[in-house]
């Protein structure tokens, strides 16, 4: 078992690495990301995520949840380190200040086949989906409602963003998450045994009127130009949200809550 390692300098070479998991081109570079708070890293645990570094603040892990965080890394063979409350505030977001955070390794799954896609799963695709914050929510509630996983399509922000990890709640590691260029998402909207579902603000089709055949593909368009006329095209079903304001679209993470809901509502319980 290794022993812990206290840090106490701003510029040792593990606190700046670290901090530089803030750019999504170091991200990008080591496929590692920073989530902050025992309750993230607990869900990361349960999950079956093992941190690669463990970081916590001098005295904050003498009991409790974070005791048993950093017994389980020390156990699990990751790196630790104790490190003091300066070099913390430092590694930790300003406004969400955390006693422990961990660095884990980014997890992408391979796109599914649509022939092995089980009847009763529900799948999302967010195409050019652009605001972390709105990603972290819709993993939240896709995690919520049982969907089978997320396939982020084209350029798309980084969902192991801090602001999108944060809005997870710890989501980010129970949901599985695919990315895909355009051309092959229309070739497994073309294969998808199920519904393809689209929604768009020029559908006349009442989202709550529809039966929708399984395995289903909720597909949704990105904040600005929404969804894309080629994605459109390769849906077997077009749907609209009604409104009755003024408004022209709902936020795209309400607009994803509300359709997740309509089609697993039916496989959902108290
Ligand atoms: C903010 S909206 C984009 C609005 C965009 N200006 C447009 O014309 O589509 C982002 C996405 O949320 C979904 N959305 C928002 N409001 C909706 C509604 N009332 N009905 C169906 N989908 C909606 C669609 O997937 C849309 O592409």
Redesign the pocket.
Known sequence: MNAPKPITSLTNDRVKAIRALEMRKMRKETGLFVAEGTSLLVTARDNGFVPETLVYQAGAAASGIARGLVTHALKSGAEVLEVSEAVLAKLASKDNPQTVLGVFKQRFIAPPRPNEVPANETWLALEEIRDPGNLGTIIRTADAVGCGGIILVGTTCDPYALEAIRATMGSIFAVPIAKMNHATFLQLARDWPGDVIG???TARDDFRGEDYRGPQLIV????????SSSAAAACSKLV??P?AGKL?????AI?TALMLYQVRGPHLKL
Request: charged share 15%.
């Open positions: 929604t768009h603000l949704m368009g990105s904040e600005g130009p929404g969804l609209k949200i409104m022209d679209s709902l936020n795209l607009a």
